[in-house]
């Protein structure tokens, strides 16, 4: 399940409220502290909260754990659907997050408004709903994230691409990796080919690539703290990771494709 939430295999959440509104304030800020979060943006507006700050636009998807603040400067009739519930096993010392959703966001704005519609008549159906709407915002976002689908076939592969995914911040071995799965160094290397088309080195430094973009041209955190956040441990190794992959500088990227909230 995602990051934020990792017992819902095992317990539904309780719903504290679920709704649409639009905002017309130039500035607005709130805070939820009892429950956790989950945004779909349908619009533009500048947004910050403790864990980053970004540039929303249509498709966004913001995921918030308990105690987090909700901060929108120059809302241009942003329509916000959200919903806010209590984990069962609330995890607030994790960070929030966000990715956009691209094709799928029709899917995901059609699943809220019908759950919108059964908060509006207390349906007792609403938890169950609600429960499968996370699991199917879970599967976007884990078929996006990995970029190559979710039909691999090979659950070990799927714990590898996990793996890979919670801890791309982390120094972790193939061979650790492997030990996961009980299997050899050599065997991992052939399944994991086989199944994407990629090493577990390309396939890792790709997705810290991919991170490293969307930080760089989507929030204001410092190119020092998002080399880390995407896992390397000098500046000078993230700077030569970035260039070849985008034939600029981290600050360069990030100068080319966006003006940053202040």
Same mark, same amino acid.
């Given at each position: ?142 078929? &996006? ?56 080195? &390309?396939?890792? &430094? ?57």
């Amino acid at each position: 399940m995602l990051e934020l939430f990792d017992d819902l295999d095992s317990m539904p959440p309780k719903v504290d409220r679920i709704g649409s509104h639009f905002k017309h304030l130039r500035e607005e800020r709130y805070r939820h502290l009892p429950h956790a979060s989950i945004l779909l943006a349908d619009g533009h507006s500048e947004f910050h909260t403790e864990d980053f700050s970004m540039n929303l636009k249509p498709g966004d998807v913001i995921v918030l754990p308990p105690g987090r603040t909700r901060h929108f400067i120059r809302p241009e009739r942003l329509m916000l659907r959200f919903a806010h519930f209590y984990p069962a096993h609330p995890h607030p010392e994790k960070t929030g997050f966000f990715f956009h959703s691209r094709e799928k966001f029709l899917l995901l704005r059609t699943g809220m408004d019908a759950l919108i519609l059964d908060s509006i008549r207390n349906s007792p159906a609403l938890t169950a709903k609600f429960w499968n709407f996370l699991f199917t915002l879970d599967d976007i976002y884990r078929a &996006q994230q990995y970029g190559i689908g979710m039909a691999i076939g090979d659950p070990r592969i799927e714990t590898i691409l996990d793996t890979i995914h919670r801890h791309r911040a982390d120094t972790i071995s193939i061979s650790e990796m492997a030990g996961r799965i009980g299997v050899s160094h050599n065997h991992l290397s052939r399944l994991f080919r086989r199944a994407t088309g990629m090493t577990v080195m &390309q396939y890792m &430094q790709k997705v810290r690539m991919e991170m490293a973009e969307e930080l760089l041209t989507r929030t204001s955190i410092p190119v020092k703290e998002v080399a880390h956040y995407c896992g390397f441990r000098t500046l000078q190794y993230f700077n030569r990771a970035v260039h070849r992959a985008f034939h600029c500088s981290p600050r360069e990227l990030r100068e080319s494709q966006q003006t940053l909230p202040h």
